[in-house]
């Protein structure tokens, strides 16, 4: 059955828990994890920075994750029309529903620039298996790099190819095909990386590494960086943008929606640390620079992948299983608009997902052009937060760290003052102590700890 696809009028359920994990671990586990993860923690000072998003995953992106699921699950529709649904059956304000919109906007934003990356995964691909990463030095892979991030035209290119990608799965609507690969691929991914660490424990600075990750120097935590470990925790975990509750609209009643959100949350959260595990050795060795930005993971694997036996090979199937978790991600970023033209617009899904997937690739464009021939321009430079921003990171930062950490704090909002308790309790179906711990942190300890984080970086 199609799931993501499946008609509003006859919404199958999923057949199990698996399958809803397997398509939310699809939407997670992308180039968040990958690419994202190890170059803000490299930015960031390293082992206070990751305690920092350690916490928020599990004291804010858990919580949420539940509530989004929970929506989705009690709503039984696409994100707008589950907020419409509740507010209507609970008698609350028609304004609610917006928050489903802000997280459809978030969606197509993020999705422009995650394809431009997603391209680099594709670029990759070939120049690993046209073995042209075999022993070349730092110096060396760093070129290739470059020489990729100038040139406007090769960019434009595996940009399309990766939206081109999306738009076809979406267009279809999602398979249980898809799903089957999710269950194969996933873990070879995470085989591979395992492979890396393996090549960075014997070749690189290993407990230079774990001591970077896991030693908290708290002096080189700055109040930015505690915004941007809260908003990396709810793009990494795909919250604040209404996925997981479109998702949590096909999940059977009965299962448990606390296991299934932790289950997901821990995936993650290992994949993530795994890249952090496989990066850092290998920047440490090589006198490279943690702090080295969006670069950074097509830097060091490429280096670690020239110089281990049989590179080229786990370097080309390296870069084809990223493309595959930024491919489940990415259709994930396209659904949730294509789905609201189609019941809102009463457009087909064809010319919905030509729409929305041409506007996001045509928007993606600027952000290839702020690498390299607009490099220099800062659309919001006057702003001390802003400076030096270019268009694509001002897009990575007002996306994650502010419309997603204000939709996960209007969920929680919506869930913990708003919705009914016994409604609550029927969905969640949890221990009374569980559920008083989820209740409380939704209600309190989510929204207060969002304003902070807010307030604190504004002022
Ligand atoms: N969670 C994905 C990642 O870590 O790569 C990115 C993402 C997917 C964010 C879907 C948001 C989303 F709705
Ligand atoms: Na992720």
């Given at each position: 059955e199609g799931v993501m696809g499946a008609s509003t009028k006859n919404r199958g359920?999923?057949?199990?828990?698996?399958?809803?994990?397997?398509?939310?671990?699809?939407?997670?586990?992308?180039?968040?994890?990958?690419?994202?993860?190890?170059?803000?923690?490299?930015?960031?000072?390293?082992?206070?920075?990751?305690?920092?998003?350690?916490?928020?995953?599990?004291?804010?992106g858990i919580p949420i994750m539940m509530a989004e699921v929970m929506i989705g699950?009690?709503?039984?529709?696409?994100?707008?029309?589950?907020?419409?649904?509740?507010?209507?059956?609970?008698?609350?304000?028609?304004?609610?529903?917006?928050?489903?919109?802000?997280?459809?906007?978030?969606?197509?934003?993020?999705?422009?620039?995650?394809?431009?990356?997603?391209?680099?995964?594709?670029?990759?691909?070939?120049?690993?298996?046209?073995?042209?990463?075999?022993?070349?030095?730092?110096?060396?892979?760093g070129a290739i790099f470059s020489g990729l991030v100038g040139d406007p035209g090769t960019l434009l290119l595996w940009h399309t190819v990766f939206m081109a990608l999306v738009m076809v799965v979406v267009a279809r609507g999602v398979s249980a095909g898809l799903e089957k690969a999710v269950s194969i691929l996933m873990p070879a991914l995470f085989v591979l990386l395992l492979v890396v660490v393996g090549y960075a424990m014997t070749s690189g600075h290993f407990s230079d590494a774990v001591a970077f990750l896991f030693e908290p120097d708290f002096s080189k935590l700055t109040t930015k960086g505690v915004l941007i470990a809260l908003g990396h925790a709810f793009f990494t975990l795909s919250l604040g943008m209404a996925v997981m509750m479109a998702y949590g609209s096909y999940l059977p009643k009965g299962v448990s929606i606390a296991r299934t959100s932790i289950t997901v949350s821990i995936i993650d959260t290992v994949v993530a640390l795994l890249a952090g595990l496989a990066i850092f050795p290998i920047v440490f060795a090589n006198g490279l620079e943690p702090g080295a930005g969006p670069g950074l993971i097509f830097q060091t694997l490429p280096f670690a992948f020239g110089q281990m036996p049989m590179g080229s090979f786990f370097g080309t199937l390296f870069f084809i299983l990223l493309i595959f978790a930024a491919w489940t991600s990415g259709i994930s970023l396209l659904e949730p608009l294509v789905e609201w033209l189609e019941e809102q617009k009463g457009m087909n899904r064809i010319v919905s997902t030509l729409g929305a997937g041409i506007a996001c690739w045509a928007l993606g464009i600027a952000s290839i052009l702020s690498l390299n021939l607009w490099s220099d321009i800062h659309p919001l430079g006057m702003f001390a937060m802003f400076e030096g921003k270019t268009i694509f990171d001002l897009l990575d930062f007002l996306t994650a760290n502010i419309l997603l950490p204000l939709g996960g704090l209007l969920v929680a909002v919506f869930t913990g003052w708003f919705m009914s308790r016994q409604a609550l309790e029927n969905e969640l179906n949890l221990p009374a102590a569980g559920f008083n711990l989820w209740y409380n942190t939704i209600r309190f300890l989510t929204p207060v700890a969002v304003a902070i984080v807010f307030i604190y970086n504004l002022v």
């Open positions: 359920h999923w057949s199990s828990r698996l399958a809803f994990i397997l398509a939310a671990t699809g939407s997670a586990v992308g180039l968040g994890n990958i690419w994202k993860f190890p170059y803000i923690t490299g930015e960031n000072g390293g082992g206070a920075f990751v305690l920092v998003y350690l916490v928020c995953i599990a004291a804010i699950r009690r709503g039984e529709h696409s994100p707008v029309n589950s907020l419409r649904q509740i507010t209507r059956l609970d008698g609350l304000s028609r304004a609610w529903p917006i928050v489903g919109a802000v997280g459809v906007l978030a969606a197509f934003l993020i999705l422009s620039f995650y394809s431009v990356i997603g391209g680099w995964a594709v670029s990759y691909v070939g120049t690993a298996a046209t073995g042209q990463l075999a022993g070349k030095d730092a110096d060396a892979i």
